[in-house]
């Protein structure tokens, strides 16, 4: 078996998660990854230039990559998506073809799977049919952005906060993911919020039993007390 088939046969295995794979035939998923070439971004890498994000289109192999916006005034950040495995970014330049006003960074050791953004079109210019499987994936994380809003717009922080733990809790393990390392400033930037105010909610969260925190760790401790506490906010949220 060639090297590239043995390739694309082990990229297709990594993402069987993938939203934005699982839909195609297994033809139609070896010609898409025949396309990408594997990348290694070590952690803290930045991509600040947006021209790149119009040049190539990711799907990520493993680790972590936060997509942000900064404000040129104040210097605050506020992360728009925490992309891992499976995710692929920049989705609204492969569509409009237009630059796109953000930032990525790798929170991890990451490695990515990439291709010209050139090569991507005309690939779906000649398999329309996979245009079915974009749209929902586009749609997904415009409807996160506008849960997102909504949340920063209407919501306060504790309620953001319990929304983002139990949002991130494994259904089967029961254990946190994707946020259980991250320091409280970048859970802060996820919130549109600040390290102080984030770092006092937490430890609330803990002395009600709810978490548990060490040097460099967060754990759920009792799931159904931070089930308990979004249910309790709610409720006050909808008597006033």
Known sequence: ???????????????DGCDFLKEMDKESTNSFLSMFKEEKWSKNTCILHHEKLCYKFHIILSGRMKMYQIDPR???ELTLF?????????IFCLLDGLEHTVYYEALDDVRVLAAPMPKLRSWLKNNPENYKILMPYAGKQLRML???VSDMTFTDISTRLLKLL????NENSQDLEHIDDLPNKEIANLLGSTRAVINRHL??????????????????KDLGILIHLLECQKKMMNEK
Do not use: A, C, P
């Open 203 to 220: 430890q609330q969260l803990k002395k009600k039993g709810s978490i548990r925190l060490s040097r460099n760790k967060m754990e759920i």
């Open 74 to 76: 104040t210097g605050k």
């Open 82 to 90: 925490l992309l891992t495995i499976g995710d692929v970014f920049d």
């Open 1 to 15: 078996m060639k090297r590239e088939t043995l390739l694309i046969h082990k990229y297709r295995q990594m993402l």
């Open 166 to 169: 139990i949002s991130n809790v």
């Open 146 to 148: 506008e849960n997102s």
